[in-house]
């Protein structure tokens, strides 16, 4: 979680490495996965004594998915783009879209990643589900928007001419500030019909207690031995990347902020206040003309 915004994120991999661990098969292990590999495994188990809210804050990270997704839909919003989607487990968005999608209301789901293994194991997933009609998967790097609107797959099941609801869960930290991601996102707001939504959410330390942002350093230390180094950010830099979009409300907020549920049907009953300071997350919406 660098702050050294000349680098560059990796280019993404084409094939299966298990020298070294994946953050999609991490966060895999951190919600309680079995698509994760030894190599994984190890890191998180390193991961988690050094920073022991890191298994809560994933799953209190998924939730927030949750709740975007329903609220989107609420919204009447029914086409979902999810970038960097990770490895398949609780709580994917298709599984969220068919429990709250109206009826006859024709949703849609494109996942997107580059690691194979979730992009294989996604694959699967829709298949057994019986998923693959409205939903499919694109093998991608984020940081390439315009080869994921091009793919037959995105071509098949999105419309940009409609309203979109386009994620970014847990993912910029892995892009490097010298891949510039104020320009990335806009690249993509300029596909995005009115009334779209674009969500992100971002791991930082601003106002974590000194404990949990040492905790954050060591685990930081540990991600640049990955195939996905992390970058840290703090609001005012988050916050700059929703030029041109319209907040919705509450704006930006820390992750158990954004309208909070009482009752979280994913995971267990979370501390709300103890994995607070350690993600910003936030909405916006594509404004007319």
């Known amino acids: 979680m660098r702050k050294d915004d000349s680098e560059h994120a990796p280019a993404a991999p084409r094939d299966l490495d298990l020298d070294k661990p ?8 951190y919600l309680g996965g079995s698509t994760n590999y030894v190599v994984d495994q190890m890191f ?55 429990q709250h999608a109206a ?15 979730a992009v294989a194991h996604s694959e699967i997933i829709l298949d057994k589900q019986g998923a693959t009609k409205w939903a499919g998967v694109v093998r991608c790097d984020l940081r390439d928007p315009e080869e994921i609107f ?18 970014m869960v847990s993912v ?14 806009a690249r993509y707001r ?41 970058w840290l950010r703090d609001r005012a830099e988050f916050e700059s990347w929703f030029a041109g979009f319209e907040l919705v409300p509450p704006g930006i907020v ?16 979370l501390e709300p206040e103890q994995v607070r300071p350690f993600y910003w997350a936030g909405v916006g919406r594509v404004p007319e003309g």
Not at 70 to 95: K, Y
Not at 254 to 269: M, S
């Open 190 to 230: 300029r596909q995005l019909a009115p009334g779209s939504w674009w969500a992100a959410s971002h791991i930082t330390t601003d106002d974590a207690p000194e404990e949990g942002a040492a905790q954050i350093g060591a685990l930081a230390e540990s991600y640049r031995r990955t195939q996905n180094p992390a």
């Open 150 to 167: 091009a793919h037959p797959v995105t071509r098949k099941l999105l419309d940009f001419r409609k309203p979109v609801c386009l994620l």
């Open 172 to 185: 910029l930290h892995f892009v490097g500030g010298g891949d510039n991601v104020l320009d990335l996102v």
């Open 44 to 98: 998180g188990e390193k991961a988690d004594k050094q920073f022991p809210l890191i298994k809560p804050l994933a799953m209190s990270n998924r939730q927030w998915l949750g709740r975007v997704v329903r609220a989107a839909l609420d919204e009447g919003i029914t086409q979902f783009l999810d970038l960097g989607s990770g490895v398949p487990t609780v709580g994917n968005v298709h599984e969220i879209v068919r």
């Open 103 to 117: 009826p006859k209301s024709d949703p849609r789901v494109v996942y997107v990643d580059y690691e194979p293994v």
């Open 22 to 29: 994946s953050s999609a098969r991490v966060y895999d292990w």
């Open 254 to 269: 820390h992750l158990t902020d954004w309208r909070p549920d009482p009752v979280e049907a994913v995971f267990p009953k």
